[in-house]
């Protein structure tokens, strides 16, 4: 079982500059790594607060020369808003300056905010996405790739400073579109998944929806497909602690849910408020959905919940809202001592004894 940090750099007001964002950032992936945690991923988004990473490749090979050991990740590249021959140049130069440690995480996007600042339409995102699918591994492994796309046109063309990984970093496809991860199981490329604040039900139903769609493209969903489950979780006996830690992921949901359904709202067209919603689940709802509660509670509920589930990877939601640095801090080192090795022993022993 590998287990990540997802890193959304968030700023939930202006008591927070964005060099603390960013600075944040960087010390929870260092702490990750001493902590032991086998992947850091950094997510993209643009023009308002609900994220301060506007390139995750950027991000990745800032974090390559501060880190030795951890895998870094983009979760995700919205490739619509890219220029194929630009991104997959980067793409080969990150892998080469963190010596082959890129995670490749790639997405089709859905804030029709940002879409509209870069000039492309939201309703062509999945064709470009899946012009870029073909044109990834062509340009990363061929040394000579050309394409003439609907969206996307590369004459004959060279990626110059070639991946490390052969034949090139891991692809991690996320969607919600049963089609999109059909290919991406067709073509053996890793999921990345989640059941957002939503407990133990809507696992279930997203390991049926994951089974199905391996199964009708001829994979067993354990034995064949590599994927991932991005979860909030947080350990802790204080349960001022907990509360804070909620409350940051309710208010990632509503920012989330304002931008993805058109309806945000803004002062000074930047810093998006944050309103409550009909759909907000209570805190009360939160403990019994989520990994929260003291060490042993945790434990219990990420084993139940990887019964259930059964991903090869798990990442961690760290950065939310404006939650306390130094707290997040010592829950990354607490992850790395405690629950991570309790989780895989048992994981161990259940293993054990099935075999």
């Given at each position: 079982?590998e287990?990540?940090?997802?890193?959304?750099?968030?700023?939930?007001?202006?008591?927070?500059?964005?060099?603390?964002?960013?600075?944040?950032?960087?010390?929870?992936t260092v702490?990750?790594?001493?902590a032991?945690?086998?992947?850091?991923?950094?997510?993209?988004?643009?023009?308002?607060?609900?994220?301060?990473?506007?390139?995750?490749?950027?991000?990745?090979?800032?974090?390559?020369a501060?880190?030795?050991?951890i895998?870094?990740?983009?979760?995700?590249c919205i490739?619509?808003?890219?220029h194929?021959?630009?991104?997959?140049?980067?793409?080969?130069?990150?892998?080469?300056v963190?010596?082959g440690?890129?995670?490749?995480?790639v997405?089709?996007?859905?804030?029709?905010?940002?879409?509209?600042?870069?000039?492309?339409?939201?309703?062509?995102?999945?064709?470009?996405?899946?012009?870029?699918?073909?044109?990834?591994?062509?340009?990363?492994?061929?040394?000579?790739?050309?394409?003439?796309?609907?969206f996307?046109?590369?004459p004959?063309?060279?990626?110059?400073?070639?991946?490390?990984?052969?034949?090139?970093?891991?692809?991690?496809?996320?969607?919600?579109?049963?089609?999109?991860?059909?290919?991406?199981?067709?073509?053996?490329?890793?999921?990345?998944?989640?059941?957002?604040?939503n407990?133990?039900?809507?696992i279930?139903?997203?390991?049926?929806?994951?089974?199905?769609?391996?199964?009708?493209?001829?994979?067993?969903?354990?034995?064949?497909?590599?994927f991932?489950?991005?979860?909030?979780?947080?350990?802790?006996?204080?349960?001022?602690?907990?509360?804070?830690?909620?409350?940051?992921?309710?208010?990632?949901r509503?920012?989330?849910?304002?931008?993805?359904?058109?309806?945000?709202?803004?002062?000074?067209?930047?810093?998006?408020?944050?309103v409550?919603?009909?759909?907000?689940?209570?805190?009360?709802?939160?403990?019994?959905?989520?990994?929260?509660?003291?060490?042993?509670?945790?434990?219990?509920?990420?084993?139940?919940?990887?019964?259930?589930?059964?991903?090869?990877?798990?990442?961690?939601?760290?950065?939310?809202?404006?939650?306390?640095?130094?707290?997040?801090?010592?829950?990354?080192e607490?992850?790395?001592?405690?629950?991570?090795?309790?989780?895989?022993?048992?994981?161990?022993?259940?293993?054990?004894?099935?075999?």
């Amino acid at each position: 079982m590998e287990f990540g940090v997802f890193i959304l750099a968030q700023q939930r007001g202006y008591h927070q500059t964005s060099q603390q964002v960013i600075h944040n950032s960087i010390e929870q992936t260092v702490a990750a790594e001493q902590a032991g945690f086998n992947t850091a991923w950094y997510a993209e988004h643009h023009f308002n607060n609900y994220s301060l990473s506007p390139s995750p490749l950027m991000m990745v090979a800032h974090m390559a020369a501060k880190t030795k050991r951890i895998r870094l990740g983009t979760a995700v590249c919205i490739l619509p808003l890219y220029h194929p021959a630009r991104f997959l140049a980067e793409v080969g130069f990150v892998d080469t300056v963190s010596n082959g440690r890129l995670d490749l995480g790639v997405g089709s996007g859905y804030q029709e905010f940002e879409f509209e600042r870069f000039g492309v339409k939201i309703a062509d995102s999945g064709e470009i996405f899946n012009e870029f699918l073909d044109i990834i591994p062509k340009g990363l492994t061929q040394k000579i790739f050309e394409h003439d796309g609907k969206f996307l046109k590369v004459p004959p063309s060279s990626i110059a400073v070639r991946c490390v990984q052969d034949p090139m970093p891991p692809i991690w496809i996320t969607s919600g579109n049963p089609v999109t991860l059909a290919r991406g199981v067709r073509e053996n490329h890793n999921l990345f998944v989640t059941a957002l604040l939503n407990g133990n039900e809507a696992i279930t139903e997203l390991r049926g929806r994951l089974d199905k769609v391996a199964q009708d493209n001829g994979k067993d969903l354990d034995e064949d497909v590599k994927f991932g489950f991005l979860r909030c979780a947080f350990a802790s006996d204080n349960a001022a602690e907990i509360d804070a830690y909620l409350e940051n992921a309710r208010f990632q949901r509503r920012i989330s849910e304002s931008l993805k359904h058109r309806r945000a709202q803004t002062d000074d067209g930047y810093m998006i408020k944050e309103v409550p919603s009909a759909t907000d689940p209570t805190f009360e709802q939160l403990r019994k959905n989520l990994p929260v509660g003291s060490v042993n509670q945790v434990i219990d509920k990420m084993l139940e919940e990887i019964s259930i589930l059964r991903p090869k990877h798990i990442a961690l939601q760290t950065q939310l809202g404006d939650f306390d640095q130094k707290t997040m801090l010592k829950q990354i080192e607490l992850w790395g001592e405690r629950i991570i090795p309790a989780i895989r022993k048992e994981i161990g022993q259940e293993n054990l004894t099935a075999a």
